[in-house]
Antibody, heavy 120, light 107 residues
């Protein structure tokens, strides 16, 4: 079964760094772009950015450019979302999802989500 | 950036009713419009891709239509399990964007 399994919930303090992961299985990891989506508490879905695992080429939403870093390690079929200095406003659920058909694709497989809580 | 506007934001419906949710794009996106269902405390699930193509395993009561700037998700004969929030998503140009969501409550 094609799956994306995300790392567990995180509780961090403002200013701390964080890297969450999304591990793919049962498909050719380098053949599909991976996307990241934010959902703040009680709110809708926000598209953060995507990355091509084949050449590690990320594309960011302007809203998130410079705020997060998206990366991959194709040797272990994993994608990552990283913050260098968390803010309270980063508190949210974060989903990774697989894109079909390159950058114009739909999101056909989703991870279970990683809850990030940033609080002093 | 392409803005997607869904209507309504909220709808309370009875089982077996027919439901229509619309998604309007701020500029033409061809057929690169997709629909997702999200139930409480679950990840979103793909229902319809490229405006009208049903995704594998999705019940046949869900259908999509439209092209250009105006799109519709239709749920025929609503069931209690369809209580969820529905989102549209465009992949025509970067950055991709989502609509604000439509919450369906079952009476």
């Amino acid at each position: 079964e094609v799956q994306l399994v995300q790392s567990g919930a995180e509780v961090k303090k403002p200013g701390e760094s964080l890297k969450i992961s999304c591990k793919a299985s049962e498909y050719s990891f380098t053949s599909y772009w991976i996307g990241w989506v934010r959902q703040m508490p009680g709110k809708g879905l926000e598209w953060m950015g995507i990355i091509s695992p084949g050449d590690s080429d990320p594309r960011y939403s302007p809203s998130f450019q410079g705020q997060v870093t998206i990366s991959v390690d194709k040797s272990i079929s994993a994608a990552y979302l990283q913050w260098s200095s968390l803010k309270a406003s980063d508190t949210a659920m974060y989903y990774c999802a697989r894109l079909t058909a390159g950058v114009v694709g739909t999101l056909d497989v989703w991870g279970q989500g990683t809850t990030v809580t940033v609080s002093s | 950036e392409i803005v997607l506007t869904q209507s309504p934001d909220f709808q309370s419906v009875t089982p077996k009713e027919k439901v229509t949710i619309t998604c309007r794009a701020s500029q033409s996106i061809g057929s690169r419009l997709h629909w997702y269902q999200q139930k409480p405390d679950q990840s979103p699930k793909l229902l319809i891709k490229y405006a009208s193509q049903s995704f594998s395993g999705v019940p046949s009561r869900f259908s999509g239509s439209g092209s250009g700037t105006d799109f519709t998700l239709t749920i025929n004969s609503l069931e209690a399990e369809d209580a969820a929030t529905y989102y549209c998503h465009q992949s025509s140009s970067l950055p991709h964007t989502f609509g604000q969501g439509t919450k369906l409550e079952i009476k």
